[in-house]
């Protein structure tokens, strides 16, 4: 996994590429916290690049939600058909809004 990050319009975009799994949720959580904790509350992941999600990399955005405390928005952009049907089955659009586009998302942030 690779992150990437960059701010646009006052919004926190992190660009995953490759794998959230049990080997890489833990960077990826603590990525999400640090700039949580740094009091950021707008945060886009950009899932354009992101190969597979597990149940693990799922439960570091509970885990950054809850973090967040209601303040602010983790939203999701960008995931393709077999990440989108993952997240289906866990309820997961209810707890975190996902856009199709990044321009999109920023738009509604």
Known sequence: MHITTNMEQGIRII??????D???SKDFQD???????DGEDKILI????LDYISSSGIRAFYFALRELNSNGIIALCSANDNILHILELVD???DFPI???????????
Do not use: M, P, R
């Open 22 to 24: 049990s080997f890489t």
């Open 99 to 109: 856009f199709n586009t990044i321009d999109e998302a920023l738009n509604q942030i």
């Open 15 to 20: 660009s995953v590429d490759g794998k959230i």
């Open 92 to 94: 997961f659009h209810s």
């Open 46 to 49: 950009d899932c354009s690049k």
């Open 31 to 37: 990525n999400l916290i640090k700039y949580i904790l």
